[in-house]
């Protein structure tokens, strides 16, 4: 991480400390968890999904990047949640200027009905299917999971076993991630105004006959 950067972080994680009370005093990064580097200087976006790096060099994205000339990256090992940390997963994100562009419309309002069995079913007709990704790996999960809990703890097997576990997670919340941002993609697109109801979805989940 260049020193510039460094010194900012530290400046901004003492202004917290001093200023919010529920901070505390700043700490030293401790390696896997949350990992991350800041790099600035020589990056060009080459080619779609190949970024060139500082100290790096080239790598290739599952994703088509923007063209559009870059200052500054951030690579991180987590996307949120910790379990997606330990799928050795790393992700690059940057900031750029978007100029957004409004869509033609096929409809004013539209109203969705959230469901179980089926993700969404909207007021004039359309229907989304839950894809039910953790269903569908439920019988891999349950394997993964035994082979974790049989392997020695601090052993290299058990790291690998839970490399995999972690990787088939990351599977499924990237399945359910795929479905809404579907969802919510045609809906914005296409609709001025959303109308959502607002469900209890815990309480239905208990209920052994919901109302769908």
């Known amino acids: 991480m260049p020193q510039g950067q460094a010194l900012r972080d530290l400046d901004r994680a003492f202004k917290n400390f001093l200023t919010i009370p529920s901070r505390g005093f700043p ?7 949350k990992d991350s580097f800041y790099l600035e200087g020589s990056i060009k ?9 500082p100290r790096i060099g080239i790598v290739k994205t ?24 330990k799928a050795d997963s790393w992700y690059i994100s940057f900031k750029y200027n978007f100029e957004p562009y409004p869509t033609e419309k096929i409809g004013e309002t539209i109203g969705v009905d959230i469901g179980i069995n089926t993700l969404a079913t909207c007021s004039e007709g359309s229907k989304f299917t839950n894809v039910k990704a953790y269903k569908q790996a439920k019988k891999q ?5 035994r082979a974790v809990s049989k392997k020695v703890i601090g052993s290299q097997n058990r790291r690998k076993a839970v490399k995999k576990l ?8 990237d399945i359910r991630a795929d479905a ?14 959303i109308v959502i109801e607002d469900l209890n979805v815990s309480g239905m989940l208990k209920n052994h006959n919901p109302p769908l």
Do not use: C, D, M
């Open 45 to 53: 976006i080459i080619q779609g999904n190949y970024i060139q790096l």
């Open 180 to 193: 809404l941002h579907k969802l919510t993609t045609w809906l914005a697109k296409n609709h001025s105004t």
């Open 62 to 85: 599952y994703e088509i990047l923007p063209s559009y000339r870059v200052k500054n990256v951030t690579i991180a090992s987590f996307r949120g949640a910790s379990l997606t940390k």
């Open 141 to 145: 999960l349950v394997r993964h999971q």
């Open 27 to 33: 700490t030293f990064k401790k390696k896997g968890r």
């Open 166 to 173: 972690a990787k088939l997670h990351k599977k499924v919340a």
